[in-house]
C-alpha cells in the first residue's frame, strides 16, 4: 500500500523548527478552522486514541466525551465502576434507530466529576460505552438493507435515520446538559459505532504511532474515506456528508540527544513524520486546510507519565515530574519530559477548539 518515497523532496522543516517553541509555551498560530465536534480514531489498536480523548478531554471544559469503543476504556478512566455499573449508555441511544419500537432515551450523559474526582473543576460530561457494542456492526447492517428495500424517496429517508443516529443524539444530549463541544473515542474497526461516529463530527483527529503498522492504518483510513467501493462509502447519506481530517497526532515521539539538539526529534521520528506529510500532501483534499504542514503534531511517547496517568485515571496535566507510584510492584515515575507533553497537549487543543 505504502508508495516508495524520496524523503529529500518531503520538507518537514516547519514542523521540526516549531518543536522548541511548543515545548516552551510559545503557541506559532496554525490557520485551522475550529469545529464544536471531533472523533478521534484511526483503524489501528493501541496507538493512543483513548489516551489522547482522555488527556484532551481536560484541556477544556463544557465538554461531552463519547465513548463508542466496546473495549469501554475511557469509560473506566471516568467511573472506576464502569464494568460493574449497567447504566444507560451509547448503545442504548443508538439501538431505537436500529430496532424500531424500543423507546428513546434522554439524559444520558453524566457529569465525570461525579465518578472522577480529578475532573471536580470541570463541567464535562460523558455517555458510556457498551461491551454489547461489538454486536452493533451486524444490526446496523440489517438495518440499511431494510431501508435500501423501501421504494421511493422514503428510502433515503430511512438511510439517513441511520446514519445521522448517533449524530442526532449527541445533539440532543449537549443541549439537554448545555454542552459547548463533542468529543468522540471510536475503535480501532470501522463498522459499527465508528461508522457512525464519522458522520456524528465533521472533523476528524487521526493518531498515528510512530511505527509502520500506523502509516498503514492511517492509509486504510483514508482509503475508507474516499473509495467508492469502501465500507464508508457504499452507505453515504443524502447531502455526501464525509468529515474532514483536522489533525495528525504523531504519538510515541523521540527526540535527538546530541547536545546542542532543542527539542528535535531523532532520526526515527523524524523518517515517520516524513512518510505521514507525504500522505497528508497527497491527499490534502481530504484536509481541512490545504497545507499538510497545517495538520502534523507531535506527541512524546508518555512513558512511565502515561502509566502512573492510567493507573490512576489522572489527566497527565495534573502529573508533576518526579510523582511516583509502585505498579505491579515496579516503581514508575513520571518523567522530566511531562513539561513538554503538557505543553504538547495544551497545542493540540488550541488547534482544535
Ligand atoms: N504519545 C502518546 N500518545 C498516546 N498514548 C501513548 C503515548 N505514548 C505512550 N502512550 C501509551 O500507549 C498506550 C496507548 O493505549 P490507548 O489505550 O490509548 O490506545 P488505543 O488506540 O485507544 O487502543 P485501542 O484501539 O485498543 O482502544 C497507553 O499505554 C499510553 O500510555
Ligand atoms: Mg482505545
Given at each position: 500500500m505504502s508508495k516508495k518515497i524520496n524523503p529529500s523532496k518531503i520538507l518537514i522543516t516547519n514542523i521540526i523548527s516549531r518543536q522548541d517553541d511548543i515545548a516552551n509555551g510559545n503557541y506559532p498560530h496554525l490557520p485551522l478552522p475550529k469545529f464544536p465536534k471531533y472523533t478521534i480514531g484511526n483503524?489501528?489498536?493501541?496507538?493512543g486514541k483513548t489516551s489522547l480523548a482522555f488527556n484532551l478531554s481536560y484541556q477544556t471544559d463544557n465538554l461531552l466525551v463519547v465513548d463508542?469503543?466496546?473495549?469501554?476504556n475511557l469509560s473506566y478512566f471516568y467511573d472506576e465502576e464502569y464494568y460493574v455499573n449497567n447504566s444507560t449508555n451509547v448503545r442504548d441511544l443508538i439501538l431505537p434507530y436500529l430496532l424500531p419500537g424500543l423507546g428513546k432515551a434522554t439524559r444520558v450523559a453524566k457529569n465525570i466529576s461525579a465518578s472522577n474526582p480529578h475532573f471536580e473543576k470541570k463541567n464535562s460530561y460523558y455517555i458510556a460505552s457498551s461491551n454489547d457494542l461489538y454486536h452493533l456492526p451486524s444490526q446496523i447492517t440489517t438495518a440499511l438493507n431494510q431501508a435500501k428495500s423501501i421504494p421511493g424517496t422514503q428510502q433515503m429517508t430511512a438511510i439517513d435515520y441511520i446514519l445521522y443516529s448517533l449524530r442526532d443524539e449527541i445533539e440532543r444530549e449537549m443541549k439537554e446538559a448545555h454542552l459547548e463541544r463533542c468529543l468522540i473515542d471510536t475503535s480501532p474497526?470501522?463498522?459499527?459505532a465508528t461508522h457512525l461516529a464519522w458522520h456524528a463530527t465533521d472533523a476528524l483527529i487521526v493518531p498515528v504511532r510512530t511505527d509502520q503498522q500506523s502509516i498503514n492504518s492511517f492509509e486504510l483510513l483514508i482509503d475508507t474515506l474516499s473509495n467508492s467501493n469502501s465500507e464508508f462509502r457504499k452507505n453515504i447519506p443524502s447531502d455526501g456528508h464525509t468529515p474532514k481530517i483536522q489533525l495528525v497526532v504523531l504519538t510515541h515521539c523521540a527526540w535527538s540527544t546530541k547536545s546542542g539538539a532543542r527539542n528535535e526529534p531523532n532520526q526515527q521520528t523524524k523518517m515517520f513524520i516524513t512518510k505521514v506529510k507525504d500522505i497528508v500532501d497527497r491527499n490534502i483534499q481530504h484536509f481541512t486546510t490545504q497545507d499538510a504542514d497545517n495538520h502534523i503534531l507531535l506527541l512524546d511517547d508518555f512513558l512511565g507519565t502515561g502509566r502512573i496517568s492510567t493507573v490512576s485515571s489522572k489527566p497527565i496535566s495534573l502529573l508533576n515530574a518526579g510523582d511516583s507510584m509502585r505498579i505491579n510492584r515496579v516503581k514508575a515515575t513520571v518523567n522530566a519530559s511531562v513539561e513538554k507533553i503538557k505543553a504538547q497537549l495544551s497545542y493540540i487543543s488550541k488547534s482544535i477548539w
Amino acid at each position: 500500500m505504502s508508495k516508495k518515497i524520496n524523503p529529500s523532496k518531503i520538507l518537514i522543516t516547519n514542523i521540526i523548527s516549531r518543536q522548541d517553541d511548543i515545548a516552551n509555551g510559545n503557541y506559532p498560530h496554525l490557520p485551522l478552522p475550529k469545529f464544536p465536534k471531533y472523533t478521534i480514531g484511526n483503524l489501528r489498536g493501541g496507538i493512543g486514541k483513548t489516551s489522547l480523548a482522555f488527556n484532551l478531554s481536560y484541556q477544556t471544559d463544557n465538554l461531552l466525551v463519547v465513548d463508542t469503543c466496546p473495549q469501554g476504556n475511557l469509560s473506566y478512566f471516568y467511573d472506576e465502576e464502569y464494568y460493574v455499573n449497567n447504566s444507560t449508555n451509547v448503545r442504548d441511544l443508538i439501538l431505537p434507530y436500529l430496532l424500531p419500537g424500543l423507546g428513546k432515551a434522554t439524559r444520558v450523559a453524566k457529569n465525570i466529576s461525579a465518578s472522577n474526582p480529578h475532573f471536580e473543576k470541570k463541567n464535562s460530561y460523558y455517555i458510556a460505552s457498551s461491551n454489547d457494542l461489538y454486536h452493533l456492526p451486524s444490526q446496523i447492517t440489517t438495518a440499511l438493507n431494510q431501508a435500501k428495500s423501501i421504494p421511493g424517496t422514503q428510502q433515503m429517508t430511512a438511510i439517513d435515520y441511520i446514519l445521522y443516529s448517533l449524530r442526532d443524539e449527541i445533539e440532543r444530549e449537549m443541549k439537554e446538559a448545555h454542552l459547548e463541544r463533542c468529543l468522540i473515542d471510536t475503535s480501532p474497526f470501522f463498522a459499527g459505532a465508528t461508522h457512525l461516529a464519522w458522520h456524528a463530527t465533521d472533523a476528524l483527529i487521526v493518531p498515528v504511532r510512530t511505527d509502520q503498522q500506523s502509516i498503514n492504518s492511517f492509509e486504510l483510513l483514508i482509503d475508507t474515506l474516499s473509495n467508492s467501493n469502501s465500507e464508508f462509502r457504499k452507505n453515504i447519506p443524502s447531502d455526501g456528508h464525509t468529515p474532514k481530517i483536522q489533525l495528525v497526532v504523531l504519538t510515541h515521539c523521540a527526540w535527538s540527544t546530541k547536545s546542542g539538539a532543542r527539542n528535535e526529534p531523532n532520526q526515527q521520528t523524524k523518517m515517520f513524520i516524513t512518510k505521514v506529510k507525504d500522505i497528508v500532501d497527497r491527499n490534502i483534499q481530504h484536509f481541512t486546510t490545504q497545507d499538510a504542514d497545517n495538520h502534523i503534531l507531535l506527541l512524546d511517547d508518555f512513558l512511565g507519565t502515561g502509566r502512573i496517568s492510567t493507573v490512576s485515571s489522572k489527566p497527565i496535566s495534573l502529573l508533576n515530574a518526579g510523582d511516583s507510584m509502585r505498579i505491579n510492584r515496579v516503581k514508575a515515575t513520571v518523567n522530566a519530559s511531562v513539561e513538554k507533553i503538557k505543553a504538547q497537549l495544551s497545542y493540540i487543543s488550541k488547534s482544535i477548539w
